[in-house]
């Protein structure tokens, strides 16, 4: 059986498929957040054969400096698309700097795409969930709209990228840990 075919599964039964899409509004009369869908089966992951390549990423960080993903040419990069109104965002952070974290020494990079926040509100998300990773600020959403059928208002969204720069993995709603982990890992194994 291929590996994808068997990654997959490990994917769907470890992802939580809640994304944030619209605005950032609560409801007042419960105080949750407005503007959730439920995106059912949000996971995707390329064979080799069929990965489009993805353009460099470049932006402001949300400490003001410039940024191009061109700096980790021949690294796995782990987009993660996020926003500090996000409930499933806020549910996957912990998720995302562990797995940054475990994936360093494999030469894998994380780098975070805030989307809707201003510098404070994003800088003040990163303190408080001890995020070491860099967050391009992209209020508009123009990165996502960089990705192949990658949907620019589905918030979380995350994107692994192979060793020579192609969208290997996507997937649409928060992650969890283990799943994330074992994908990223997955990616990072592969020859360049």
């Given at each position: 059986m291929?590996?994808?075919?068997?990654?997959?599964?490990?994917?769907?039964?470890?992802?939580?498929?809640v994304?944030?899409?619209?605005?950032?509004a609560?409801?007042?009369?419960?105080?949750?957040?407005?503007?959730?869908?439920?995106?059912?089966?949000?996971?995707?992951?390329?064979?080799?054969?069929?990965?489009?390549?993805?353009?460099?990423l470049?932006g402001?960080?949300?400490?003001?400096?410039?940024?191009?993903?061109?700096?980790?040419?021949?690294?796995?990069?782990?987009?993660?698309?996020?926003?500090?109104?996000?409930?499933p965002?806020?549910?996957e952070?912990?998720?995302?700097?562990?797995?940054?974290d475990?994936?360093?020494?494999?030469?894998?990079?994380?780098?975070?795409?805030?989307?809707?926040?201003?510098?404070?509100?994003?800088?003040?998300?990163?303190?408080?969930?001890?995020i070491?990773?860099?967050?391009?600020?992209?209020?508009?959403?123009?990165?996502?709209?960089?990705?192949?059928?990658?949907?620019?208002?589905t918030i979380?969204s995350?994107?692994?990228?192979d060793?020579?720069?192609?969208?290997?993995?996507?997937?649409?709603?928060?992650?969890?840990?283990?799943?994330?982990?074992?994908?990223?890992?997955?990616?990072?194994?592969?020859?360049?």
């Open positions: 291929p590996r994808n075919r068997l990654l997959l599964p490990l994917i769907l039964s470890t992802a939580v498929l994304g944030c899409s619209g605005s950032n609560v409801d007042p009369t419960t105080g949750n957040p407005k503007d959730y869908i439920d995106l059912g089966q949000g996971e995707t992951v390329l064979a080799a054969a069929d990965r489009p390549a993805v353009p460099d470049t402001t960080l949300i400490d003001g400096q410039p940024f191009s993903s061109s700096a980790w040419s021949g690294s796995v990069i782990v987009v993660n698309f996020w926003g500090s109104w996000c409930a965002c806020i549910a952070a912990d998720a995302v700097e562990a797995v940054a475990q994936t360093a020494p494999l030469g894998v990079h994380v780098l975070g795409i805030d989307v809707r926040d201003t510098a404070v509100e994003a800088s003040a998300f990163d303190r408080r969930h001890g070491t990773y860099p967050s391009i600020e992209d209020p508009s959403e123009q990165t996502a709209l960089s990705f192949p059928d990658l949907p620019p208002d979380p995350t994107v692994v990228i060793r020579r720069g192609r969208e290997a993995v996507r997937i649409l709603g928060a992650v969890e840990f283990t799943g994330l982990l074992a994908v990223v890992r997955q990616v990072a194994a592969e020859p360049s």
